[in-house]
């Protein structure tokens, strides 16, 4: 959503809101008329919007509730279209795994150790995390990893099935020998930089002709929507 068309959007709320009319019916009526790809978009900020009235008791909580709804449904219409070959990634990652896992500034390292959190998080979310708030549990085939955000206190599980063991390695790796409070500290905090940075060897995984070089999110969507995903919120 644009600075202008939030603007009109608010302006309009806070018109219905004076007049005591249905927020719901405006909101509802605005996320029809948007493709799914444009409401993508924008429904990080409705839901903040939607936060905001509610908080300032400008709807009810039945309202809240409904409009959280509305937009769920929305968002669950179409899943993205996966163009990025997850497998094939793993499989060529893992065969020169022994020659780099000891390279703690390898930005493919770095990358695989994203992935359990690239799963649940924005590339931004996860600079911010420290070591020490990030919990592992080992299982016979599988392995738990447990995030809580010490700020809001919200606890974050994902299992990986596969290729485990290698991130573990390089979790432990990260843990003993860099000394840094947050894990992803030798990863540049800027998405485009990285995105550049990774770009050459990223690339020969594209299944599709684009014109949307955002690998990582790319990979996040194919993380998340492709039935060869590793990985599984608990």
């Not at 309009?12 to 996320?31: C, F, R």
């Not at 390898?106 to 992935?115: A, E, G, Q, V, Y």
């Not at 990030?134 to 809580?148: A, L, Q, R």
Request: positive net charge.
């Amino acid at each position: 959503m644009s600075k202008s068309q939030a603007e009109n959007f608010e302006n309009n709320l806070l018109k219905l809101i004076n007049n005591q009319n249905n927020i719901y019916d405006l909101i509802s009526e605005y996320m029809n008329e948007k493709s799914y790809g444009t409401f993508r978009i924008f429904s990080k900020r409705l839901k903040e919007l939607n936060k905001r009235l509610f908080n300032e008791k400008s709807i009810s909580e039945e309202e809240y509730k409904k409009i959280n709804n509305a937009i769920k449904d929305k968002t669950k219409t179409r899943n993205p279209e996966v163009i990025f070959n997850i497998e094939s990634f793993y499989k060529k990652y893992i065969q020169f795994f022994e020659i780099n896992k000891n390279d703690d500034k390898n930005l493919l390292n770095i990358l695989f150790l994203m992935l359990p959190f690239l799963f649940i998080k924005t590339f931004k979310e996860i600079q911010t995390l420290r070591i020490e708030d990030i919990e592992i549990h080992e299982f016979n085939k599988c392995m738990v990893i447990k995030h809580t955000n010490p700020l809001s206190n919200d606890m974050k599980t994902v299992k990986i099935e596969k290729f485990y063991k290698e991130w573990f390695y390089l979790f432990n790796f990260m843990k003993i020998n860099t000394k840094e409070e947050y894990l992803f500290a030798n990863a540049s905090s800027n998405y485009t930089i990285f995105n550049q940075k990774l770009e050459p060897y990223l690339s020969s995984f594209i299944t599709k002709e684009t014109t949307n070089t955002k690998y990582i999110t790319l990979i996040k969507n194919a993380l998340k929507y492709s039935n060869k995903s590793i990985f599984e919120l608990l």
